[in-house]
């Protein structure tokens, strides 16, 4: 590999795609050329016929890697790192990222900056986008509603111990303290924590505070951003997180953003930092319709319903922020305090709160929309993982916690999945045995599935392998609307209805 024609090639892409000036050439140039330990330059006419050419920039990114491994800059634990620092020091600073992205959203408006933004983060490789295209997708229709389900080929499983650990990990002993604070932009990153130097993020005022947008690495639909407080504080969804909501899509109305619930098993995957989700897509929740309509009299002009949906939501919408913000409010003090035990529903035991809201937020033209998602995570002896979490029997599908992503709809599977459901549709279509002894052994990578192996299998052998995969995923799409079953709070029984209505009861709404 040819260190100097290396350093041009890359002079030649940050030109083409990360806003390198011409005037900086040179300048850049000498720095490339002192990380790859040379001493001079490239002589003669560089072939870089194929970089503009580039969709993303794995090609480039792999003879970074190939180069750094030859010539002992970077071994292969550290190789990654070397990469992501190479397209750190060619993307913009983060002031000129910020003033780009302002000038952009007032000359042009939000989404067509988000887009500038979004396509710089793909082309510097912060973004993983070939990665992301590996993931398996598809929809599943569901009488009236949808739901997307992805298989995350490079997301790992976590479980609800090790997220309930974060919220009490001793703090301040390492730095970044989490994978969210702002202190992440620009960090070489280490064998313990992701390399973040190519990452970039822009300023915001959420609720007074200063917050700042990025977008995620994994990006598990269309322009899948997070907003993050500058400060490491716990996750706390209180009577103020309408108004950053607000604020957010006031700033970004071409986005959603919503917030996980702030208590461990029913949040997110990080309870120690506080943060939104958003982005472009519209979730298969934002298509739900309205099982019941209510009214009320304190703040007549929201539209309010129960939403028909598999968990327990309740959407309103108006044209003035400051009732739709204070009903959120509302919302939020009055199930932190709401308890039905028929329903199961405690609010807490004794210090420990159990209740919490997953608040969604978007803006339809002059019109502001709220979900709240309610949510409660306590056990007890038949459901020790949570009552309201993914029960025993789905686990082998997911067993990590429902957040904010999966209530609204798009299930983020884990890679395992790939191959594990592979070896059971060869096993229903007979290109693998049927041992049930085999599939008792915890060894067996199909263990987990066992009991959905002898259900497949009871109902009779697949044709081939493609009716097979097609039961296979079938049983998938029920799993995962049986799991938001499980996450609802009041059940689709009258004794969930019951429950249900006495919670609007007490917003003092009346039924329509």
């Not at 897509?281 to 949906?309: Q, T, V």
């Not at 979900?371 to 949570?386: A, Q, S, V």
């Not at 259900?455 to 697949?462: C, H, P, Y």
């Not at 799991?483 to 039924?511: C, P, R, W, Y």
Request: net charge negative; with cysteine.
């Amino acid at each position: 590999m040819d260190g100097k024609l290396l350093v041009e090639r890359l002079l030649k892409y940050a030109e083409t795609f990360l806003s390198l000036n011409k005037n900086d050439r040179d300048y850049m140039r000498n720095v490339l050329l002192s990380r790859f330990g040379l001493y001079e330059a490239f002589e003669g006419e560089a072939e870089v016929s194929d970089i503009a050419k580039m969709d993303v920039p794995d090609a480039l990114g792999e003879e970074i890697r190939e180069y750094a491994l030859e010539n002992g800059l970077a071994d292969e634990d550290s190789a990654e790192r070397f990469v992501a620092d190479i397209f750190g020091i060619l993307t913009p600073m983060p002031s000129v990222i910020n003033e780009k992205f302002e000038e952009i959203k007032k000359s042009k408006g939000a989404q067509p900056a988000c887009d500038w933004l979004y396509a710089l983060c793909v082309k510097n490789g912060y973004i993983q986008k070939t990665a992301i295209a590996r993931n398996l997708k598809w929809d599943y229709q569901d009488g009236k509603n949808r739901l997307e389900i992805t298989v995350n080929l490079s997301k790992p499983e976590k479980n609800n111990k090790d997220i309930a650990k974060l919220l009490t990990a001793p703090q301040g002993k390492k730095y970044p303290k989490c994978q969210l604070c702002k202190e992440n932009e620009g960090f070489e990153g280490t064998a313990t924590h992701p390399a973040r130097r190519n990452l970039r993020t822009v300023k915001v005022k959420l609720g007074g505070e200063d917050w700042f947008v990025q977008y995620s690495p994994y990006a598990y639909y269309d322009e899948h951003c997070i907003a993050i407080n500058e400060k490491h504080v716990p996750m706390d969804v209180n009577e103020k997180t309408p108004a950053k909501l607000l604020d957010f899509v006031d700033a970004f109305p071409n986005y959603f953003i919503g917030s996980n619930a702030s208590l461990p098993i029913v949040g997110g995957s990080i309870l120690n930092h506080e943060h939104f989700q958003g982005g472009l897509h519209l979730m298969p929740m934002h298509g739900a319709g309205y099982a019941k309509m209510y009214r009320s009299e304190e703040y007549p002009d929201l539209e309010i319903g129960a939403l028909d949906w598999y968990n327990s939501a309740i959407r309103f919408e108006g044209e003035n922020r400051e009732h739709v913000e204070a009903f959120a409010a509302k919302v939020i003090a009055a199930w932190k305090e709401f308890s039905c035990p028929e329903c199961d529903i405690i609010n807490r035991t004794g210090e420990t709160r159990h209740n919490a809201v997953s608040p969604i937020a978007r803006k339809i033209g002059g019109r502001y929309s709220i979900t709240m998602i309610l949510r409660n995570n306590r056990t007890d002896e038949r459901f020790p993982d949570g009552i309201f979490h993914v029960h025993p029997e789905y686990q082998n599908i997911k067993s990590e916690g429902i957040g904010l992503i999966e209530a609204m709809g798009l299930f983020i599977l884990p890679g395992r999945l790939k191959r594990q459901l592979e070896g059971i549709a060869k096993i229903l279509c007979g290109e693998a045995p049927y041992d049930a002894a085999s599939l008792e052994d915890k060894s067996n990578d199909l263990y987990v599935h066992r009991h959905m192996i002898a259900k497949l299998m009871a109902e009779g052998k697949a044709k081939n392998m493609e009716q097979a995969n097609r039961r296979c995923e079938d049983y998938v799409n029920k799993v995962c609307a049986a799991i938001l079953d499980n996450t609802a709070v009041f059940k689709k029984d009258e004794t969930g209805k019951a429950g249900f209505g006495k919670f609007m009861k007490q917003l003092s709404l009346k039924e329509i």
